[in-house]
């Protein structure tokens, strides 16, 4: 199946840093998610991506779908306790609406 | 608003035994999907759902059954459960294929011995 590379694995950062990461793929995609998941939850919806270049924030988080349909990153912008949990993205397809997730980013901050 | 209720949390088989993880929703989405996460390889799609009656195989479907007979429900069924079916399964839904932004439950933890 298709695979979504996403780095770095883990981060662990001071707190009031900013925070980036990153998602390619060798398949192009319609729609590029980013999704929070704390322990023992499901994944949450953060940010969703519909056309190639656009930019979208949601407070301090901002997203871009890469203009080649095969990368997206997503920011986090001085960082917070609250802020842990792993990230991942997740490429979309129209047809049967799947979605392709990447391997995830286990994000710690130091207080 | 419930959302998307998965049963049970927690749930612990021995091998060749059988189950079924329940999936209800109340949005009225049109897409539902069953996810397996294991550990450092993110979220696998098993089974989807474009609508009642409809169903389709995703990427690790063996293994698994499914069926949709309302909008509302969407159970999977392990016929012959294995150690390797050892998972967290999360049940998924989304309002049609224009719209992809899934809605997850909680998660089913389930030990196969």
């Known amino acids: 199946g298709q695979q979504l590379n996403q780095s770095p694995q883990s981060m662990f950062i001071q707190e009031g840093e900013d925070v980036s990461m990153n998602c390619t793929s060798s398949s192009i995609f319609n729609t590029w998610l980013w999704y929070k998941q704390d322990p023992g939850e499901g994944p949450v919806l953060l940010i969703a991506l519909y056309k190639a270049g656009e930019l979208t924030s949601n407070g301090r988080l901002t997203a871009q779908f890469g203009i080649t349909r095969k990368d997206s990153f997503l920011n986090i912008s001085a960082s917070i306790p609250s802020d842990v949990g792993i990230y991942f993205c997740a490429g979309g397809e129209n047809a049967g609406n799947m979605l392709t997730f990447g391997g995830g980013t286990r994000l710690m901050v130091k207080p | 608003n419930a959302g998307v209720t998965q049963t049970p949390k927690f749930q612990v088989l021995k091998t060749g035994q059988s189950m079924t993880l329940q999936c209800a929703q109340d949005m009225n989405h049109e897409y539902m999907s069953w996810y397996r996460q294991d550990p450092g390889m993110g979220l696998r799609l098993i089974h989807y759902?474009?609508?009642?009656?409809?169903?389709d195989q995703g990427e690790v479907p063996n293994g698994y059954n499914v069926s949709r007979s309302t909008t509302e429900d969407f159970p999977l069924r392990l016929l012959s459960a294995a150690p390797s079916q050892t998972s967290v399964y999360f049940c998924a839904s989304s309002w049609s294929r224009r719209n992809t932004e899934a809605f997850f439950g909680q998660g089913t933890r389930l030990t196969v011995v």
């Open positions: 759902s474009v609508g009642a009656g409809i169903t």
